[in-house]
Nanobody
């Protein structure tokens, strides 16, 4: 079993920054060995969408709407995944979910989400 716990969400003004964290535990002891990690978000009334993913091979993928503003990373020492969000916009308001896929074509694990609200 894998447990993922997100943190770092909150209320921020447009143009501000937030750093989301996702702590992994359970059967994951080496976050760098995970095939793919990612962040998704779901805004009110909308479907969940991809924000950013990163593979163990070093490939990253970002939604067009966040390219140049968001950065995904992982820290093996902390067994955690991060999402640095800069130049936030009101349309970034959503619940952000951490996701891991330990092996290719394997099971996806999800956290319960953290709410980000961008508003003045």
């Amino acid at each position: 079993q894998v447990q993922l716990v997100e943190s770092g969400g909150g209320l921020v003004e447009p143009g501000g920054s937030l750093r989301l964290s996702c702590a992994a535990s359970g059967s994951i002891s080496n976050i760098n060995s995970i095939y793919r990690v990612g962040w998704y978000r779901q805004a009110p009334g909308k479907q969940r969408e991809l924000v950013a993913t990163a593979t163990s091979g070093g490939n990253t993928n970002y939604a067009d709407s966040v390219k140049g503003r968001f950065t995904i990373s992982r820290d093996n020492a902390k067994n955690s995944i991060f999402l640095q969000m800069n130049s936030l916009k009101p349309e970034d308001t959503a619940v952000y979910y951490c996701n891991v896929r330990p092996v290719p074509y394997g099971i996806d694990y999800w956290g319960k989400g953290t709410l980000v609200t961008v508003s003045s």
